[in-house]
Every structure is written in structure tokens, then in C-alpha cells.
């Protein structure tokens, strides 16, 4: 059978007829199947785009001989460590926990958590808390508050 020639100034051809309109598949006891979903008026999902917050990599930086180094910090501002050793002078001493890793879990903490200090008296506390000697010495590997 062979098919008639067009001429090459005539568009092809349009179809008429209507669009076909999906029908809706079978749901399940827990709910619309993965077919129904992607189909329009039939669930209506909300898909949030916003990019997340990186997750913190935890790490420990580690010499030839498997022990622990510390990062270097930036040096805080003097007037900072001034007002960090101010505070610790006239209130007493802050936690450490609450301050630097944003919770304390100590039931009855002896420790100042308010007012919350700012980002560079954190620092100046960060470099503080290194002074603390870890019972571990250079064998440890946790990620607490001598890391910082």
C-alpha cells in the first residue's frame, strides 16, 4: 500500500480530538498508590525545596603516631576576652557545655548559662576550655569541648 504524497506547503495533518483524561488506578489501605500520585486532582503533595543546613562533619585531626591535634582557632577580639573573664570574675564561672555545644544535661549545673555570651566571647571560651587538660591526654578522639 503506498501512501499519498503531500506537497511540501501543506501542514501535517492536526488531530481533533479531545485529550484523553487519565482515570483514577486503585488506592490501598494506606493510601493512594505511587500510580495516583503523580496524576493531577488526585493528592496534593507539598515538596519543600529550601536547601538544608549542611550537617556539622565531625572529625579528628590525628599525627603520624594516631594522636590528637587540634584545629587552630582564630584569635578572639581582647575587649571579648576581657568581658569573658570579667563575667567569670563577678558571676562565677560559665558552663561550658551549654555555651559551646548549646546544651547542658547536667541536672543541677553549678554554672552560669545566662546571659548567653556572644560569638566572640564563645571563641574566647573555646580557646579557654583547651587549657582544661582531657584525662585521655593525646589519646583522645571525642569531638566535646576540647576540639572546639
Request: aromatic residues 4%; charged residues 25%; contains cysteine.
Amino acid at each position: 500500500m503506498t501512501m499519498p504524497q503531500r506537497s511540501k506547503t501543506q501542514p501535517p495533518p492536526v488531530s481533533t480530538s479531545p485529550t484523553p483524561t487519565p482515570t483514577p488506578s486503585v488506592t490501598s489501605a494506606t493510601g493512594p498508590s505511587w500510580a495516583t500520585v503523580g496524576k493531577s486532582g488526585t493528592v496534593e503533595k507539598n515538596i519543600c525545596i529550601a536547601p538544608r543546613k549542611a550537617a556539622l562533619r565531625k572529625y579528628v585531626l590525628l599525627n603520624a603516631d594516631d594522636q590528637r591535634l587540634d584545629e587552630r582557632l582564630p584569635r578572639p577580639d581582647k575587649p571579648a576576652m576581657d568581658n569573658l573573664h570579667d563575667r567569670i570574675t563577678n558571676r562565677g564561672k560559665v558552663c561550658n557545655d551549654f555555651h559551646l555545644l548549646g546544651v547542658c544535661r547536667t541536672q543541677h549545673c553549678p554554672f552560669s548559662h545566662e546571659p548567653k555570651l556572644t560569638a566572640m566571647e564563645q571563641l574566647a571560651l573555646r580557646h579557654k576550655a583547651r587549657n582544661k587538660l582531657c584525662s585521655s591526654y593525646d589519646e583522645c578522639q571525642s569531638f566535646l569541648l576540647h576540639l572546639w
